[in-house]
């Protein structure tokens, strides 16, 4: 390992426009560095908007335990257990998916996933959202009426056919207010309460591991990773990045397709 990264103890990596390929695959490249960072004793921690079950899926293959970052930072899993999970105002829950659910009645086309630590719930008939939101969730159910499942809920993603950014801005901007309220893709924005972000989920394993920021490195690409690359001395962009977050890292990466997080951790470890 060169002197520069010699004391790298935590590597932290989004998952969808970072380390996955352009089959949404991790790359084939990318286990034997995972199976050398591990030798080492150096964790690799998945930190997405997705499900914890989603991403322990992507992972099974390996047959070492991983932490995990889900839910963009509402869910926390190490060791297999669940670390923590920050669960948002039942009353508020009901008000976003009321909210969803008369944008539609004006002509928006947007649905709805309710994201708990032990699954996720759609109440859309849509069988394409339904396959979409099936990528992002292992654990899927479909319910008649969302509303009438507001307990434990950690996060709420609304698929947008449309434009998400502009929904953000306009539709759901009043859910904001005290709220996290992010856009995590073209067509993804996610709700969670105030002031949970990956960020949180990436600093309560730093506690756990006993790990400071100048120990961890970061790769993202998108909105919902700006405030988990403050939290590492080495902070990554993807060359496919979102300006902010490409303004907000110290350093660049090649892109996702081009296996940019294993061509950094390449030269990291070497």
Not at 92 to 109: D, H, K, P, S
């Amino acid at each position: 390992m060169s002197e520069t990264a010699a004391d790298i103890r935590l590597v932290v990596c989004d998952m969808d426009g970072t380390l996955l390929d352009a089959d949404g695959a991790v790359p084939g490249d990318f286990w034997p560095l995972l199976r050398e960072m591990t030798a080492r004793g150096i964790a690799f921690v998945p930190a997405s908007g997705r499900q914890y079950q989603s991403l322990a899926r992507l992972f099974e293959a390996f047959d070492s335990t991983l932490s995990y970052v889900a839910e963009n930072g509402a869910v926390a899993v190490h060791n297999g257990a669940l670390l923590h999970a920050s669960a948002m105002d039942r009353a508020f829950v009901r008000r976003a998916i009321l909210a969803v659910r008369a944008a539609n009645a004006e002509g928006a086309r947007l649905a709805a996933v309710v994201c708990r630590a032990d699954g996720a719930l759609i109440e859309s008939t849509n069988p394409a959202f339904a396959a979409h939101a099936g990528t992002y969730c292992a654990v899927l159910d479909q319910v008649d009426d969302l509303t009438a499942n507001t307990s434990g809920v950690v996060k709420i993603a609304i698929y947008d056919f449309d434009d998400a950014a502009a929904t953000a801005e306009g539709v759901l901007a009043p859910l904001g207010r005290d709220h996290a309220l992010v856009v995590s893709g073209a067509h993804w924005l996610d709700i969670t309460g105030y002031g949970v972000h990956k960020a949180v989920g990436v600093r309560r394993l730093q506690e756990e591991l006993g790990v400071g920021p100048s120990q961890t490195a970061v790769f993202g690409d998108y909105l919902n990773d700006l405030e988990m690359l403050d939290a590492a001395d080495y902070s990554y962009a993807m060359a496919n990045a979102h300006p902010d977050v490409a303004a907000r890292a110290r350093y660049r990466a090649p892109s996702n397709v081009d296996h940019g997080v294993v061509t950094v951790l390449t030269e990291l470890l070497t």
